[in-house]
T-cell receptor, first 121, second 112 residues
Framework: GAVVSQHPSWVICKSGTSVKIECRSL??????MFWYRQFPKQSLMLMAT?????????EQGVEKDKFLINHASLTLSTLTVTSAHPEDSSFYIC?????????????????FGPGTRLLVL | DAKTTQPPSMDCAEGRAANLPCNHS???????VYWYRQIHSQGPQYIIH???NNETNEMVSLIITEDRKSSTLILPHATLRDTAVYYC?????????????FGTGTRLTIIP
């Protein structure tokens, strides 16, 4: 299967600090990765689309200077929450699209990581 | 992407079949129906997808109506581990749109 990992699985930080979350595709290459955020009892909201070697595309309302995304290799994308505040506390989930998989009907084009729970005090 | 409508919650007795409905009355001809589920505090997991024919895998069956305006995900013998939020998503992958837009889903609770 296709495995996506995230690190750390949970993090607690003080307000004003920056937090980096890693998303790795362990057994496949991913030209595109996606970052989602999920608040308690709510659905997943797409934050940005990360493409290897180029700038991320952010969804409307997501501050690109606050949520820095780097996709430097085909197996790693990072999300840095800069100057985190309590309202940034959330469950952050990444997904990865496998490279080379044609635009077929396969629904498994995105494989999700286990998520990172961020608590900002 | 077409909007989907799902009941917010459902209960099902363990060992019985769980039938999860999804309405997608505005679906267009090139859009597929995808199902994902999210177990508490985990990332979503792909379950199944289909275009117009019924689909079955080792876990579930997907029944799509002939007019494609609705579908039903069937878990034939629900177990406690099937307790999760189930998301029905409609999208057209062949247009190069890889975004998944998650609605509120159905919270399925399997009762012992």
């Amino acid at each position: 299967g296709a495995v996506v990992s995230q690190h750390p699985s949970w993090v607690i930080c003080k307000s004003g600090t920056s937090v980096k979350i890693e998303c790795r595709s362990l057994d496949f290459q991913a030209t595109t990765m996606f970052w989602y955020r999920q608040f308690p009892k709510q659905s997943l909201m797409l934050m940005a689309t990360s493409n290897e070697g180029s700038k991320a595309t952010y969804e409307q309302g997501v501050e690109k200077d606050k949520f820095l995304i780097n996709h430097a290799s085909l197996t790693l994308s990072t999300l840095t929450v800069t100057s985190a505040h309590p309202e940034d506390s959330s469950f952050y989930i990444c997904s990865a699209r496998r490279s080379g998989l044609g635009l077929s009907s396969w629904g498994e084009t995105q494989y999700f990581g286990p998520g990172t729970r961020l608590l900002v005090l | 992407d077409a909007k989907t409508t799902q009941p917010p919650s459902m209960d099902c007795a363990e060992g019985r079949a769980a039938n999860l409905p999804c309405n997608h009355s505005t679906i267009s001809g090139n859009e597929y129906v995808y199902w994902y589920r999210q177990i508490h505090s985990q990332g979503p997991q792909y379950i199944i997808h289909g275009l117009k024919n019924n689909e079955t895998n080792e876990m579930v069956s997907l029944i799509i109506t002939e007019d494609r305006k609705s579908s039903t995900l069937i878990l034939p013998h629900a177990t406690l581990r099937d307790t999760a939020v189930y998301y029905c998503i409609v999208r057209a992958p062949l247009l190069g749109n890889e975004k998944l837009t998650f609605g509120t889903g159905t919270r399925l609770t399997i009762i012992p």
